[in-house]
Structure formats: structure tokens, C-alpha cells
């Protein structure tokens, strides 16, 4: 982790923290045209992608002040910014942000399933630390419970279709990978990071026994194609 990097994520936290005082948004541009983006109304397109799906660990509550909420603006204005951010920075493509929720795809210009893997792992390890130790630093603590986020990861083909109408469409991302990282980040804990089996297998072979393990899910509902067995599920360990 370079020092450097989370300094600007910091100053460019803290300076969408003023505008959010001011209940002004300021978002972060990546200066990219994403692929999908080139999509007409109605059309559709199959990729094979890393799925990254991050949320802030119980959100409702943690902003749970009133009708005039201020957590909420600070929060939907400072770190899911610069999350989004972060995403851009390592080429992914934000193809859903409602709230505090997002789901980025990664690897849609390259055809090794690798590269899209590392990017996602890369992003996704960032976005972690960031949350862990500059979010929470500078704004959890004006929350009840302190700042905290989980991120599943899976990979496959995926249809990214643009729906709605000319001028106001959007990008919806469907297939199992998709569910799978839902479904991952929903059962990981506290500043976790989980990915499922194909994500798993993309990854180098001594980074992954180093620094992953087979994490215990239940009521699971994802079956492998390839072995017949129950869809095997991994935790990133520091």
C-alpha cells in the first residue's frame, strides 16, 4: 500500500467532507469511456468479468437520526465518493450505486481473467483500508457504531443489458456472478473481504493459500458446475 495514494484519498475525502456540510456532492471522475457505456437502449452484451459488490456494514442504523439526517449526506458524500473513486483508479466500472451499495465489474477490456482478478483484489484491499483506517478515523467517529464495510467477489460471465429510455439509461449486470458477490458480502464480517470459488482459482496459486481461507457459509444456496459440489466460498486473511 502506498502512503501517497491514501493521502490523496484522505485530503479528497476531507474536501467532499466540506461540501457535504454544505450538502453539496462533489464526485470523482475517472476521465474513462467504460465499454458497456457505449451500449444503445435495449441492447446487450456478454463479458467475462470480476464482480466486485461493496456495502457499509448496517448503514440504516448508523444513520438512523432523524429526518434531517446529516450522517446520511456525510456519509453518501465523503466515502462512497471516494470508493468510487478507488474503483476507477484501478479501471473498474461502477454499473450500480444506490446509497451506500455499489457493484463494480472489473477486467471488461482485457481477455485474461487474471488481470481483472488482481485489479478487483487490488481495488477491493484499498477500499478496505481506506474505510478502516481514514473513514472511520475522520468519520466514524461521529457515529454511534464507527465506520465499517464488507465486500464479496466473484467471477464469470456476465450480460451487462442498458435499460430505460434514450438520455436516461442504465447499465444492469446479470448473471450468477453477480448474485454470488451479493450473496458473499451480505455474509462477510467487519471489514472483510470474501470471494467465491471461480474468483478463487484465477488468483496466483501462493497467493491465495497465503493469504486466503475456505470461509464456512450457511444456508448457501450456489451449486459448482464444474464439480457438482457446494460452491466453495474464500476470506482474505491479512
Excluded at 484499498?126 to 474505510?131: E, G, K, Q, R
Aim: net charge negative; hydrophobic share 40%; glycine share 8%.
Amino acid at each position: 500500500m502506498k502512503e501517497d495514494y491514501f493521502d490523496t484519498l484522505r485530503d479528497d475525502m476531507m474536501d467532499n467532507y466540506r461540501h457535504a456540510q454544505q450538502r453539496t456532492a462533489k464526485m470523482a471522475e475517472s476521465g474513462m469511456t467504460p465499454v458497456p457505456q457505449t451500449l444503445m437502449v435495449g441492447e446487450g452484451k456478454d463479458y467475462f468479468t470480476s464482480v466486485l459488490c461493496f456495502d457499509l456494514v448496517q448503514f440504516s442504523d448508523l444513520t438512523r437520526t432523524g429526518e434531517d439526517n446529516l450522517n446520511a449526506a456525510i456519509l453518501l458524500h465523503t466515502v462512497v465518493p471516494t470508493v468510487l473513486k478507488i474503483v476507477a483508479d484501478f479501471r473498474g466500472i461502477t454499473v450500480v450505486s444506490s446509497g451506500d451499495q455499489l457493484t463494480a465489474l472489473f477486467g471488461l477490456e482485457s481477455r485474461e481473467a487474471a488481470g481483472g482478478a488482481k485489479a478487483a483484489l487490488q481495488a477491493a484491499l484499498y477500499i478496505v483500508n481506506f474505510v478502516e483506517h481514514i473513514a472511520d478515523r475522520f468519520i466514524g467517529r461521529v457515529l454511534p457504531k464507527g465506520l465499517r464495510c464488507s465486500i464479496g467477489i466473484d467471477q464469470g460471465p456476465v450480460h451487462i443489458a442498458s435499460v430505460g429510455r434514450r438520455g436516461d439509461n442504465t447499465l444492469v449486470p446479470l448473471g450468477p456472478p453477480v448474485h454470488i458477490a451479493r450473496d458473499l458480502h451480505t455474509r462477510a464480517g467487519d471489514n472483510d473481504i470474501w470471494v467465491g470459488e471461480n474468483f478463487y482459482r484465477s488468483l496466483d496459486n501462493d497467493f491465495r493459500e497465503n493469504y486466503f481461507a475456505q470461509a464456512r457459509v450457511d444456508d448457501w444456496p450456489w451449486i459448482s458446475v464444474h464439480t457438482g459440489e457446494i460452491y466453495k466460498a474464500y476470506r482474505f486473511m491479512e
